[in-house]
């Protein structure tokens, strides 16, 4: 890590980690960063859905100059470790489910759902990762989020609500 970015740079690198996880794991350093994002769905969960959906933008938009910062000082294009897309994106993969009404284990499913797609990478996500910066880290994954939206919504509808 370059050390003039000094106590910004580490802050802007840890939060861009998922708080460290994707710094620290020793292996599948993204699925361990996106962790977080777990949390921020519950945070948000009880909103309405307009708020809901206010929110998952805001924490997309602000994933951009995040992931941008951390690819700078870690100095590798998308680099493993940078996981701000993965995990300030996915609140947008649960956003119309209401995860504040079931079983844990059900959230275990959607976050498998979510990396299993982020991972396989259908079309157009892995075209998408050819722009450079914190853009083109991040919106391959808003649209692997919203695949993965479509994926989380249809087993609620199918397994749960009934």
């Known amino acids: 890590m370059d050390s ?7 802050c802007c690198l840890f939060l861009a980690s998922g708080f460290g ?18 949390a921020f769905a519950y945070l948000i969960a009880p909103f309405p859905l307009a ?12 994933a951009i100059p995040l992931c941008g910062k951390a690819e700078k000082i870690l100095g590798i294009k998308d680099d493993g ?13 649960t956003i119309l489910v209401p995860i504040e009404t079931l079983p844990w284990w059900w959230m275990a499913v959607f976050f498998a759902v979510v990396r299993a797609i982020d991972i396989i990478k259908p079309f157009p996500c892995r075209q998408l990762q050819a722009i450079h ?14 695949y993965s939206l479509a994926a989380n919504y249809a087993i609620f509808l199918y397994f749960i609500k009934q």
């Open 81 to 93: 470790r940078i996981a701000a897309d993965e995990w300030m994106l996915f609140p947008i993969a």
């Open 51 to 62: 708020a809901r959906i206010f929110f998952a933008g805001l924490l997309a938009l602000a």
């Open 4 to 10: 003039k970015n000094g106590f910004f740079g580490k």
């Open 21 to 38: 996880l994707g710094l620290v794991a020793p292996f599948a350093p993204g699925t361990f960063g996106s962790l977080p994002g777990v």
């Open 133 to 146: 910066g914190g853009f083109g880290i991040v919106i391959d994954d808003f649209v692997a989020n919203l």
